[in-house]
C-alpha cells in the first residue's frame, strides 16, 4: 500500500484538507442546483414561451410536466454516474455531472419562443431537462458519497449536511437572481426575454465549477477499494446483495422528498396561484425562508453527530404527519407576508430533519464498493416517483378543484416514511463507511 494510503493527514492539517475538498465539492454542488431550480423559479415567466397561450395554471401544469419528466431521468442519472463513481472515482463523475448541467442550461436559454418554432421549442425544452435531469441523479449519489467519505470521523453528519446547504444555496441564488432582474426589468421583458439570463448564468457558472473540480482530491476510501482490485465495483449484481437497504433508502426518502419539493419548489407557485399573493413579494418570502432554512442544516447534520440519525428523523415524521394538513390550508388563505414567511419556515424546520441528515444515512447503509450506486438509484427511483411529480398532482388537484386534497397526500408519504423511521436502526452505529 502506497504512502499516500496508509497514512491519513492528521490535525489542524487534516482538517484543513477536508474542508478544502467539501468546499470544492459544495461549490460544484450549488451550481448544480442552481441550474436546476432556476427552472421552477423563471417557469412563471417563460410557461407562456414555450407552450400555447391560455389559462394560466395549464401553462404551469405543462411547465410541471416537463418538470417531471427531468425527474424520470434521474433514476438512468444514479445509475449511470453512480456505476461510473464507483467504478472510476468520485472525482470523474462530479467532473461530468456538472458538464451536463451545463449543456442542458445553454439549450434552454437559446431555446426560440413557441411562436417561432411551434412544438420544437417544448420539445427541445423536454430534451435539456433530460440531460439535466441524468446530471442531477448522478449529482446527488455521487456527492453525497464523496462528503461523507471525505468528512472527518465524528463529523461526517456535519460535513455532509453542506450538500443540502448548497443545494439550498443553489436555489437562493435562482431566487436572489430572479429578485434582482424584478427589480431591473418590467414583468413584460421579463417574459419577453429576461428569464434567459439565469440560464446563461448557470451555464457559464457549472463550465467554471467543471474546471474547479479536477483538482479535487479523490477520497481514501475510494483510492484504497479501487487498489483493491475488485470487480464488483458499481454493478446492480453487488447491489442487489443489499436488498434491505435498498428498500430503507426508498422508505426513508419518500415522505422528505415530497414534502421537501413541496416547501422548496410548489410553495412558490403555491402563494401565487392559491393565496393570490404577489409574485415579487413571495420571492422575497421564498428567499429569506430558505435563507433560513439554509442555516439549520449544518446546525442539525452537527446534532446529528452527538444524538444519533434516527432521532432527527422520527421528529421530521411525527411533526410532518401532524401539522402538514394545517400549515398548507392556513397558508392557501393568507395574503399576509410575515405570516407566510413563518408558515413557510415552519414547513422547512420540520423538513430539515430529514435534509440535513438524508445523504449521510444512505452513505452509512452501503459499503464502499457500490457505496454512490445504492445511494443514488433508489432513492432517484424515489424522487422520481414521488419528488418529481409532487407539483404535478397539486396543480392537477387544483385545476380539479380539489387542492385541499394535496395536503393530506403530503401528510400521507410523511406517515409511510415515520414508519419506517420507528422500525431502522441507528445508522450511525456500526456503518460500513467506518471500515
Known amino acids: 500500500m502506497s504512502a ?15 474542508v478544502a475538498n467539501v468546499v470544492r465539492g459544495s461549490v460544484g454542488n450549488l451550481i448544480e442546483w442552481y441550474d436546476w431550480y432556476a427552472y421552477t423559479a423563471f417557469s412563471v415567466y417563460f410557461a407562456s414561451a414555450f407552450f400555447p397561450k391560455g389559462n394560466p395554471t395549464a401553462q404551469l401544469l405543462n411547465t410541471a410536466g416537463v418538470f417531471a419528466i427531468g425527474f424520470l431521468m434521474r433514476p438512468l442519472g444514479g ?41 420544437l421549442a417544448p420539445v427541445l425544452l423536454v430534451a435539456a431537462r433530460l440531460v439535466q435531469g441524468i446530471s442531477v441523479g448522478g449529482e446527488y449519489s455521487t456527492s453525497a458519497t464523496y462528503l461523507s467519505e471525505v468528512a472527518s470521523k465524528g463529523r461526517r453528519g456535519f460535513y455532509s449536511s453542506f450538500q443540502y446547504v448548497t443545494l439550498v444555496a443553489g436555489q437562493l441564488t435562482a431566487l436572489g437572481v430572479q429578485i434582482v432582474l424584478q427589480q431591473l426589468l418590467t414583468s413584460e421583458q421579463m417574459s419577453e426575454w429576461g428569464w434567459r439570463i439565469p440560464f446563461v448564468i448557470g451555464a457559464v457558472g457549472a463550465l467554471v465549477v467543471m474546471w474547479l473540480r479536477r483538482g479535487m482530491d479523490e477520497t481514501e476510501s475510494y483510492r484504497q477499494q479501487a487498489e483493491s482490485g475488485s470487480r464488483q465495483r458499481g454493478t446492480v449484481r453487488a447491489l442487489l446483495q443489499h436488498p434491505k437497504e435498498c428498500l430503507l433508502v426508498v422508505g426513508l426518502t419518500l415522505g422528505g422528498t415530497v414534502a421537501f419539493y413541496t416547501y422548496t419548489t410548489y410553495l412558490q407557485k403555491f402563494m401565487v396561484n392559491t393565496a393570490g399573493m404577489d409574485k415579487a413579494t413571495v420571492a422575497w418570502i421564498n428567499f429569506f425562508a430558505l435563507l433560513a432554512f439554509l442555516v439549520l442544516q449544518p446546525l442539525a447534520g452537527a446534532l446529528s453527530d452527538r444524538v444519533g440519525r434516527r432521532k432527527l428523523l422520527l421528529g421530521f415524521g411525527i411533526a410532518g404527519t401532524v401539522l402538514t394538513v394545517p400549515l398548507l390550508t392556513v397558508l ?34 452501503f459499503p464502499t464498493n457500490i457505496r454512490a450506486l445504492g445511494v443514488g438509484l433508489p432513492y432517484a427511483l424515489t424522487v422520481a416517483i414521488f419528488g418529481g411529480t409532487a407539483e404535478l398532482i397539486a ?41
Open 4 to 18: 499516500e494510503l496508509a497514512v491519513r493527514p492528521t490535525g489542524r492539517t487534516g482538517e484543513r484538507r477536508v
Open 79 to 119: 445509475w449511470m454516474l453512480g456505476r461510473y463513481a464507483d467504478r472510476f472515482g468520485r472525482r470523474a463523475a462530479l467532473t461530468l455531472s456538472v458538464t451536463l448541467m451545463a449543456a442542458g442550461s445553454l439549450v434552454i436559454a437559446l431555446t426560440p419562443t413557441y411562436g417561432s418554432i411551434g412544438m
Open 332 to 365: 392557501s388563505t393568507t395574503t399576509d407576508p410575515v405570516v407566510a414567511f413563518l408558515l413557510m419556515f415552519a414547513g422547512l424546520a420540520i423538513v430539515t430533519g430529514y435534509t440535513s441528515i438524508n445523504a449521510i444515512v444512505k452513505a452509512e447503509l
Open 395 to 435: 396543480l392537477w388537484l387544483k385545476l380539479a378543484g380539489n387542492e385541499p386534497v394535496f395536503y393530506w397526500y403530503v401528510s400521507g408519504c410523511v406517515l409511510v416514511s415515520l414508519v419506517v423511521y420507528a422500525l431502522m436502526r441507528e445508522t450511525s452505529q456500526s456503518s460500513p463507511l467506518e471500515d
